[in-house]
């Protein structure tokens, strides 16, 4: 079965410092990959996706992500943090030959530093 | 265009009452999905949807649980003879096909006391 894993429930960075966040799947055939956001009581909000074109994608609010195979992985990352990214993240794939639901990483929660 | 919408936001239920659940998928996504948050256990599928039609619903439990999408109105997820344990955070997301991204509601938050 397909699973997502995210090193790091917990990330701490200053302002201004280089975010990064970590996302390894497991599959031999490259899924659909993304990256969600959850602030507190709301639902989660699509920061960006990668489905088998560019390998860097760009997304919202300056986070981008970059798919490598060799790797599994597709972190996230963004060059300098912002007090309002203080968040729940969650990478998510489906599977790139079976079903159509959502599988999610376990969530890093980001939080920054003045 | 409105996003997915969820109602109510907060329910609190007695154990062994039925929870009611809805989903208004956004304009023109004909695709539904529930899933739940629940404390230290991440998000889980439970059910996706298409108009009268349940597509998988592997990740339900067997018992009490059950979800439709009439050809009208929204999608309803029931939760009959709630138990603490289905205190939880549910989430309803739309998309307007197969591998498209999901958009999600905002939830709705289950307390059973």
């Known amino acids: 079965a397909q699973s997502v894993t995210q090193l790091g429930s917990h990330v701490s960075v200053s302002e201004g410092a280089l975010v990064l966040l970590r996302c390894n799947y497991s599959?031999?055939?490259?899924?659909?990959l993304f990256w969600y956001v959850q602030y507190p009581n709301q639902g989660l909000q699509l920061l960006l996706k990668?489905?088998?074109?560019?390998?860097l994608v760009k997304g919202i609010n300056g986070f981008e992500a970059e798919f490598k195979k060799s790797e599994t992985s597709f972190h996230l990352t963004k060059p300098s943090a912002h007090m309002s990214d203080a968040a729940e993240y969650f990478c998510?794939?489906?599977?790139?030959?079976?079903?159509?639901?959502?599988?999610f990483g376990g969530g890093t929660r980001l939080m920054v530093k003045p | 265009n409105a996003g997915v919408m969820q109602n109510p936001r907060h329910l609190v239920r007695r154990r062994g009452q039925e929870a009611r659940l809805r989903c208004s998928p956004m304009?023109?996504?004909?695709?539904v999905y529930w899933y739940r948050q629940l404390p230290e256990e991440g998000l889980k599928f439970m059910v996706y949807?298409?108009?009268?039609?349940?597509?998988?619903e592997s990740g339900m439990p067997k018992e009490r649980f059950s979800a439709e999408f009439p050809k009208e109105g929204p999608s309803i997820l029931r939760i009959q003879q709630v138990v603490r344990g289905d205190s939880a955070a549910y989430f309803c997301?739309?998309?307007?096909?197969?591998?498209?991204?999901?958009?999600f509601g905002p939830g709705t938050r289950l307390t059973v006391t």
């Open positions: 304009k023109g996504h004909s695709h």
């Open positions: 949807l298409q108009k009268e039609n349940i597509i998988d």
């Open positions: 998510a794939v489906i599977p790139n030959n079976a079903g159509n639901m959502l599988t």
């Open positions: 990668y489905t088998s074109a560019a390998t």
């Open positions: 997301a739309s998309s307007p096909g197969e591998l498209y991204e999901q958009y």
């Open positions: 599959s031999s055939v490259p899924p659909y």
